[in-house]
């Protein structure tokens, strides 16, 4: 049916299993501190499932990559965990050497333990093939341990990384219930959205959507797409409006002629299809200040969409049948430029459509505004949701339908 097994598809009871999540969460610069663990509550149905089947749950994860401030330990990780779940999550500073392989060995049915971040060794990154990465010391140290290996990391699902991908090709593997929800949620999405379907990008990048956007108005996956945020800006700019000093230098490394150039061949050929803000609110001395597009350039920076795009831009969703929300469309975080996000996402979630949000920031803002009961999906996943709303594989995914086909042999 999907391709790949489910947590139905073996008898899970008291075995030791390989459970890879995506427990990437933000962390205060300053403290390390976790800010945000809905990563970790998503994956709760699946390690709660296993934990009542008396499992003993080995989980794999990482934090941030390799020199960046948040490559950290998961010790603050498996203290979350404990929380959530109410038991005890030892975690063990080492992936797979002896300590790692005492402690699996030594563990009594329902235990659940966290490994070390997955990231610290040194060869989980690399671009290899599933059989590849079964032959590294990670798999070949830990899959003897194991009955099972189960993938719930969606949200890492676009990586083609050692611990996503190497285990599939020694142990029966399956999907865990986020990546099961996910998928099933997003992919009648991509087959067949209701129609007409409405995407938003809004955030602070712009160079990967260009292609994202193409694709998405190629296979008509969206018929629409609206732009807020610094892609209106870099558009509007790609058709020839000057925006201002400030605003220029904010669209930065991005902003090569190259980009440009792309933007216009796409605005030429999808016209109809994409929407530009009509306005803007800029920060002048005295806060929020509403600018028309026809008197830029202007010397203020310009945060937010201003009152007519927001108009414009509710009339298009309210056609909609599915919404897809990606980026908030201003600065939010600060609240005289939270206006055009707070009427566009509140819009959005009071609509009888199919909502599907997704990303750090933009989930971030739905839960600001309290909308997360109102939307019908709110995915785990950044760049894994981009590149499965674009029609592209993921690595992850197809080495869990591979293994499944595997074992049919
Ligand atoms: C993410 O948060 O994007 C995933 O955890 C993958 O992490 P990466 O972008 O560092 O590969
Ligand atoms: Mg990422």
Same mark, same amino acid.
């Given at each position: 049916?999907?391709?790949?097994? @489910?947590?139905?598809?073996?008898?899970?009871?008291?075995?030791?299993?390989?459970?890879?999540?995506?427990?990437?969460?933000?962390?205060?610069?300053?403290?390390?501190?976790?800010?945000?663990?809905?990563?970790?509550?998503?994956?709760?149905?699946?390690?709660?499932?296993?934990?009542?089947?008396?499992?003993?749950?080995?989980?794999?994860?990482?934090?941030?990559?390799?020199?960046?401030?948040?490559?950290?330990? +998961?010790?603050?990780?498996?203290?979350? $965990?404990?929380?959530?779940?109410?038991?005890?999550?030892?975690?063990?500073?080492?992936?797979?050497?002896?300590?790692?392989?005492?402690?699996?060995?030594?563990?009594?049915?329902?235990?659940?333990?966290?490994?070390?971040?997955?990231?610290?060794?040194?060869?989980?990154?690399?671009?290899?093939?599933?059989?590849?990465?079964?032959?590294?010391?990670?798999?070949?140290?830990?899959?003897?341990?194991?009955?099972?290996?189960? %993938?719930? &990391?969606?949200?890492?699902?676009?990586?083609?990384?050692?611990?996503?991908?190497?285990?599939?090709?020694?142990?029966?593997?399956?999907?865990?219930?986020?990546?099961?929800?996910?998928?099933?949620?997003? *992919?009648?999405?991509?087959?067949?959205? /209701?129609?007409?379907?409405?995407?938003?990008?809004?955030?602070?990048?712009?160079?990967?959507?260009?292609?994202?956007?193409?694709?998405?108005?190629?296979?008509?996956?969206?018929?629409?797409?609206?732009?807020?945020?610094?892609? &209106?800006?870099?558009?509007?700019?790609?058709?020839?409006? %000057?925006?201002?000093?400030?605003?220029?230098?904010?669209?930065?490394?991005?902003?090569?002629?190259?980009? =440009?150039?792309?933007?216009?061949?796409?605005?030429?050929? =999808?016209?109809? *299809?994409?929407? $530009?803000?009509?306005?803007?609110?800029?920060?002048?001395?005295?806060?929020?200040?509403?600018?028309?597009?026809? %008197?830029?350039? @202007?010397?203020?920076?310009?945060?937010?969409?201003?009152?007519?795009?927001?108009?414009?831009?509710?009339?298009?969703? *309210?056609?909609?049948?599915?919404?897809?929300?990606?980026?908030?469309?201003?600065?939010?975080?600060?609240?005289?430029?939270?206006?055009?996000? /707070?009427?566009?996402?509140?819009?959005?979630?009071?609509?009888?459509?199919?909502?599907?949000?997704?990303?750090?920031?933009?989930?971030?803002?739905?839960?600001?505004?309290?909308?997360?009961?109102?939307? *019908?999906?709110?995915?785990?996943?950044?760049?894994?949701?981009?590149?499965? +709303?674009?029609?592209?594989? $993921?690595?992850?995914?197809?080495?869990?339908?591979?293994?499944?086909?595997?074992?049919?042999?």
């Amino acid at each position: 049916m999907n391709g790949y097994n @489910t947590i139905d598809d073996f008898k899970l009871e008291n075995k030791t299993i390989l459970l890879r999540v995506d427990f990437n969460l933000p962390l205060n610069k300053k403290t390390l501190e976790i800010i945000d663990t809905t990563r970790i509550e998503r994956v709760l149905p699946t390690i709660k499932e296993l934990i009542n089947k008396n499992s003993k749950i080995v989980i794999i994860a990482h934090q941030g990559r390799r020199g960046d401030w948040d490559f950290t330990d +998961m010790r603050k990780h498996a203290e979350a $965990l404990k929380k959530l779940i109410g038991k005890n999550v030892k975690f063990i500073d080492d992936i797979y050497g002896i300590k790692a392989r005492t402690a699996i060995k030594s563990m009594k049915q329902g235990d659940v333990i966290m490994l070390d971040n997955v990231r610290k060794y040194n060869n989980e990154t690399e671009n290899k093939t599933p059989e590849e990465h079964a032959k590294s010391e990670l798999v070949q140290n830990l899959y003897p341990l194991a009955d099972y290996f189960i %993938n719930d &990391a969606f949200a890492a699902a676009h990586r083609k990384q050692c611990s996503l991908t190497g285990f599939t090709a020694v142990l029966p593997s399956a999907a865990g219930r986020l990546m099961q929800k996910e998928l099933e949620t997003l *992919s009648k999405i991509v087959a067949n959205p /209701e129609k007409p379907s409405v995407f938003l990008f809004g955030g602070a990048k712009f160079s990967d959507l260009i292609i994202t956007i193409e694709r998405l108005l190629e296979n008509k996956t969206a018929d629409k797409i609206i732009l807020t945020g610094l892609p &209106a800006n870099a558009f509007l700019k790609a058709e020839g409006i %000057n925006l201002g000093d400030k605003n220029e230098e904010i669209l930065g490394k991005e902003g090569t002629p190259e980009n =440009y150039q792309e933007i216009k061949k796409l605005l030429t050929k =999808y016209k109809d *299809s994409i929407y $530009l803000p009509l306005d803007f609110a800029q920060q002048t001395n005295t806060s929020r200040n509403e600018i028309d597009i026809s %008197n830029l350039p @202007t010397q203020y920076n310009l945060f937010d969409i201003g009152k007519k795009t927001i108009d414009s831009f509710k009339n298009i969703i *309210s056609d909609a049948k599915t919404v897809f929300l990606s980026g908030p469309c201003g600065v939010f975080e600060n609240p005289a430029f939270m206006k055009g996000t /707070e009427e566009i996402f509140t819009h959005v979630a009071n609509l009888d459509v199919f909502s599907i949000v997704g990303g750090g920031h933009t989930v971030a803002a739905v839960e600001k505004l309290g909308l997360e009961n109102k939307i *019908s999906h709110i995915s785990t996943g950044g760049g894994a949701l981009e590149k499965f +709303m674009m029609g592209e594989k $993921l690595p992850a995914v197809e080495a869990l339908k591979n293994a499944k086909n595997r074992n049919k042999k």
